[in-house]
């Protein structure tokens, strides 16, 4: 049975990006290259991978039984690169980083400019992530690292995790909303309106989202999440530093409740996969992090 890097990092770009077409533009190779690497495989394994009676390849039940096992060869074999990498003190190239989206992006931007001085020789790719997304990016080492707050409790048997500071959330409105006009806010008067509420496309909210309305909305995006809330939609907590020229605007303000005179704070988190090297490039990144964010 002889089947190469090349086959296995093909059959999983296919199953990631839905298509052979879109596997090849990942890769940067011809479609026929990646077709014909998965059929090879296919053949070396003496396993159907894909299902393609319809448009798009379909993964097979036998498919989805490999589809783990390869994800983990991949991620030794980069394992071995990485470490051979750090015996020669061959130089990172390489920085791929995904960063949960309630972090706030000016935190996220300082840092990297300091680190585009730092490692001008470092390439950086940076995705912004849903609650909840950044860890599986990890997993499916899409990214070297990534910032999140965790969604469950920790140790985690997947990921090691380093905590990086913390940031305060405080319970927001547009300044057009009723609640903006009370000199102090209940638990009774929270429930009468509607709760704007982070949320992952699959549903997962942000830890300790302390729900209080009856009626939510879920938003994937924070962003999103604050506009609506300075337009009056709902309240929400929102992170202090996302809101800071909002509030000083005046557009939006901080409701004085009755029941919890202060926000609350969430813990921010460097995570990587078990047994993943972290390069000198990524401890300088979660140290500048800890100093930003502490």
Known sequence: MLFSIEQLEAFVAAVEHGSF???????????????????????????TLFDRSGKFPVLTSEGERMLSTVRAVL???????????????????????AVEE?????????????????????????????????????????????????????????????????????????SVHPLARLTSVTADDLWEHT????????????ADSGLFSEKTWLCEDSQLMIDLARRGVGWAWLAESQT?????????????????????????????KKDYPLRPAEKWLAARLQNVLT
Do not use: H
Not at 163 to 173: A, D, H, I, T
């Open 244 to 272: 800071l020229r909002l509030r000083q605007r005046e557009e939006m303000v901080s409701l004085p409740l009755t029941f919890l005179q202060e926000g609350y704070s969430n813990s921010f988190y460097l995570l990587w």
């Open 21 to 47: 077409s879109a596997a090849a533009r990942y890769l940067g190779k011809a479609q026929s290259r990646v077709s014909t690497s998965v059929a090879n495989l296919e053949i070396d394994l003496g396993v």
């Open 102 to 174: 309630l972090v706030s992006s000016e935190v996220i931007g300082g840092v990297l400019a300091e680190f585009s001085k730092e490692f001008d020789y470092i390439q950086v790719e940076v995705l912004w992530a849903a609650i909840g997304d950044v860890k599986e990016l990890v997993l499916k080492d899409r990214v070297d690292v990534g910032i999140a707050m965790p969604a469950s409790g920790l140790p985690d048997e997947e990921c090691s995790w380093e905590q990086l500071g913390s940031e305060k959330f405080w319970p927001m409105v547009g």
């Open 195 to 206: 709760q704007l509420v982070a949320s992952s496309k699959d549903g997962v909210r942000e």
């Open 75 to 97: 991620y030794q074999c980069r394992v071995v690169t990485d470490t051979a990498d750090q015996i020669i003190e061959k130089p990172q190239v390489l920085l791929r980083l």
